[in-house]
């Protein structure tokens, strides 16, 4: 039931990352996770690449949020190690893990009365001393306004925004972070389809922290890893499957408690997976631009023609 | 080249942005401060020189300075200056309490007067008396018990399967928890041989009338230590107010901050209570009043500040307002109180 990720980059015209290549940015063995009595992933060995975006994708309730939640040490696995960075996840500090992963869930609340300046300056939180001085905070801060082109908005409250700008400004707030990877628990929810672009090809695109901003050379979405400083880790659960083809290096499908395959978006976006994972009936073609998988759903539709 | 350059200036305008806003929340948190204060030593001040017997401010500066003014020294410094101390720290202390609660439960009405706190608190200090003989600042360590117990109640009541606190439910714990302290009170009362109907007021509906240097310096110094390690949990409670995910992703750790901001917030409302009784909705209405007067956001130096102005203000109407006759304190903050409380459930729908 448990499949490895392939270690070496998939894509023949990669060039392969500094901090990539062997060492996966996390490592599961043996993982059980549940909230009950019933676990809902079961005994799952993955990998997950360093300086890629991996994206799972599955089912309602299949338990890829689970993994991310996991990974996020939002839930203590019932057995089974993940390791992050060659380290053991349980021996890693609180903080320390805040600084080297940020975690966006799905809700999270808006206090009332905060700015959007206030909100992002609360990613700053992991790198802030007990007094509550930090370094560079201002600079991060405006930084990741910049980047999700929210800086317009800095002085409005959150509470008055659209879901649109909020969600721009929760992806700011984990960018201010400032870690080497991030985990995204459906960023795209009240978003169309444009913004979804907007915020998939940012975080795909993202530098190391410190990192100067590269610029795009061009259009061409297909090539996209040769950032010198190598990228940061990506590790986001989405549901629309073309985009989710379009924006991964590394697709992961989950269900039947566990992954059932991983890959580069051609290998996982077939016909067979997708009848597996989804119960739905597929037609796959190429995009004819970018040669990346599109999914034309058939349902049950598929029987009838 | 061209774009890296205006990408650069662009940032350069963004961070000045962003100083800009956070020096603009610095100052204005300053402002309301400095407000504050000067609005608690003005009714302060009311308090003492104003009223029924009117003092001069040379004779008030003669009598603090020590001398002797035939009945005006006795009723400055044995009941006016006394009183007005007292409300201020036991309003800095419910304010402050109000403001972690608040912080903790996410929920307006979430306060150690709804939640029977303080009337825990007040059985605890009624007890001592009754069955230990207990008096004066005697009574704190009995009132933090009853506190402990009344807190540990509503914990009981409405914590989850997963532990902590959820929904709705502690409102009605509180409700039931307030209701029991008030019985015990009451119970004792009435074996109890007070004779001064003021002393028994203390108990059941809060007053300042106790006023001594001695709960004045108690509470002081329990404010001391209580306030600045209240103000650093309030402020390390920030990433919890975002949702405890986010606040785990961010590396703080919600739980025992969560736990010990309760437990800071219970004993500043039971050391207030021990020597002012349970004031009624001074906690609950602190937060919310200097929430507006800080545009938006709640601080617990401002929700202590309100606090404090609203038991004294309170005060001053308690002993004036009928002519000869002193109300108790508490009468009025809860006739106040009782009003704003509607206010604020009504509002709270409207949000939700």
Redesign the interface.
């Known amino acids: 039931m448990s499949i490895s990720a392939p270690d070496a980059p998939t894509r023949p015209s990669t060039s392969v990352p500094r901090d990539g290549g062997t060492d996966p940015a996390f490592r599961l063995r043996g993982l059980t996770l549940g909230y009950g009595a019933e676990p809902v992933i079961r005994d799952l060995d993955l990998d997950i690449p360093a300086g890629k975006t991996t994206v799972f994708i599955g089912a309602n309730g299949c338990g890829k949020s689970t993994i991310l939640?996991a990974l996020?040490?939002?839930l203590t696995p019932t057995s089974g190690t993940i390791e992050v960075g060659g380290r053991d996840l349980a021996r890693v500090k609180?903080?320390?893990?805040?600084?080297s992963?940020?975690?966006?869930?799905q809700?999270?609340?808006v206090?009332?009365?905060?700015?959007v300046?206030?909100?992002v300056?609360?990613?700053r939180?992991?790198h802030r001393r007990w007094w509550?001085g930090g370094d560079d905070d201002?600079?991060v801060?405006?930084?990741a306004?910049?980047m999700t082109d929210t800086?317009s908005l800095?002085?409005r409250?959150v509470d008055e925004l659209s879901g649109g700008q909020r969600q721009r400004v929760w992806v700011a707030?984990?960018l201010a972070?400032a870690t080497p990877t991030l985990?995204l628990d459906e960023p795209c929810s009240f978003l169309d389809l444009a913004h979804q672009l907007d915020i998939l090809d940012l975080v795909h695109d993202l530098p190391m922290p410190g990192a100067?901003?590269p610029?795009k050379t061009n259009g061409d979405s297909t090539d996209r890893d040769g950032v010198a400083g190598g990228r940061r880790t990506v590790v986001a659960v989405l549901h629309e499957l073309s985009l989710s083809a379009r924006v991964a290096d590394h697709l992961v499908a989950v269900a039947e408690g566990g992954v059932v395959a991983a890959g580069t978006p051609d290998e996982v976006i077939t016909t067979e997976n997708l009848r597996r994972v989804f119960g739905l009936d597929a037609d796959i073609i190429p995009d004819p631009l970018t040669g990346q998988p599109v999914v034309l759903p058939r349902g049950r539709r598929k029987d009838f023609a | 080249m061209t774009a890296v350059l205006d990408r650069t200036t662009r940032s350069d305008q963004t961070e000045e942005l962003v100083h800009e806003l956070a020096v603009r929340r610095r100052r204005q948190v300053l402002r309301v401060v400095v407000g504050l204060v000067v609005a608690l030593l003005a009714v302060m001040a009311v308090r003492v020189l104003l009223g029924r017997y009117t003092v001069t401010i040379p004779d008030f500066v003669a009598i603090v300075g020590g001398a002797q003014i035939p009945g005006a020294t006795f009723v400055v410094m044995e009941e006016k200056l006394p009183r007005a101390v007292l409300g201020a720290v036991a309003g800095l202390a419910f304010g402050a309490s109000g403001a972690l609660f608040r912080r903790v439960l996410g929920n307006p009405l979430a306060s150690p007067d709804i939640l029977g706190i303080a009337h825990g608190a007040s059985a605890g200090a009624v007890t001592g008396m009754m069955l230990w003989g207990l008096r004066g600042v005697q009574v704190v360590p009995a009132a933090l018990v009853g506190s402990a117990v009344a807190l540990a109640i509503v914990l009981a009541a409405s914590a989850g399967r997963h532990g902590g606190i959820v929904g709705q439910r502690f409102l009605l714990g509180g409700v039931a928890v307030a209701a029991l302290g008030t019985a015990v009170v009451t119970q004792f009362m009435a074996r109890l041989t007070l004779n001064d109907a003021h002393e028994a007021a203390v108990w059941t509906v809060g007053s300042l009338s106790g006023a001594s240097v001695d709960r004045i310096l108690w509470l002081g110094a329990a404010l001391v230590v209580l306030l600045p390690l209240g103000a650093w949990l309030h402020a390390a409670l920030q990433p919890a107010e975002l949702g405890s995910e986010l606040a785990v992703g961010l590396g703080s750790r919600p739980v025992p901050t969560r736990a010990a901001a309760l437990g800071v917030g219970t004993v500043l409302a039971a050391a207030a209570t021990a020597v002012a009784g349970p004031l009624a909705f001074v906690a609950l209405l602190s937060t919310p009043i200097a929430t507006a007067l800080g545009r938006g956001r709640p601080h617990i130096l401002t929700a202590a500040l309100t606090g404090a102005v609203i038991v004294v203000a309170a005060d001053i109407v308690a002993s004036e307002a009928l002519g000869t006759v002193d109300l108790p304190t508490g009468v009025v903050t809860g006739a106040l109180g009782a009003p704003a409380m509607l206010w604020i459930l009504l509002r709270s729908r409207k949000v939700a």
């Open positions: 939640r996020g040490r939002q609180a903080r320390d893990h805040a600084r992963v940020a975690f966006l869930p809700s999270p609340l206090p009332e009365g905060l700015t300046a206030e909100l300056a609360r990613g939180h992991p509550g201002e600079g801060v405006a930084e306004l910049d800086a800095a002085h409250r707030l984990v972070q985990l100067t901003r610029e």
